[in-house]
């Protein structure tokens, strides 16, 4: 199972960007999809979760302002992020489990400035 997430870089408060996940190596229709988040020096958060069939959800600091979505024929998932914070700076990963391992992506780095 290979996950390359992209779609990070530095925005300005208030903006918006979307990530990307691209999976290989699974039944992508099967998985469940999960973005998570690091702070420097701090373990990972989970951000958002979307279920095999759609179903999704969310941290609290995020809800109402990203959006995790899924595209099954082109095996992507999305984190649409809104609203952007300072506070919502850090490297972003997608991850997903398949036969009863978790795989993570490479992560890739959101920088909001204030």
């Known amino acids: 199972v290979q996950l390359q997430a992209s779609g990070g870089g530095l925005v300005q408060a208030g903006g918006s960007l979307r990530l990307s996940c691209a999976a290989s190596g699974t039944n992508f229709r099967l998985n469940g999809v999960d973005w998570y988040r690091r702070f420097s020096g701090e373990q990972r958060d989970l951000v958002a979760h979307?279920?095999?069939?759609?179903?999704?959800n969310y941290d609290d600091s995020v809800l109402g302002r990203f959006a995790v979505s899924r595209d099954n024929v082109r095996r992507l998932a999305y984190l649409q992020m809104n609203s952007l914070k300072p506070e919502d700076t850090a490297v972003y990963y997608c991850s997903l489990t398949s036969r009863g391992r978790r795989f993570w992506g490479q992560g890739t780095q959101v920088t909001v400035s204030s």
């Open positions: 979307i279920s095999s069939d759609g179903n999704t």
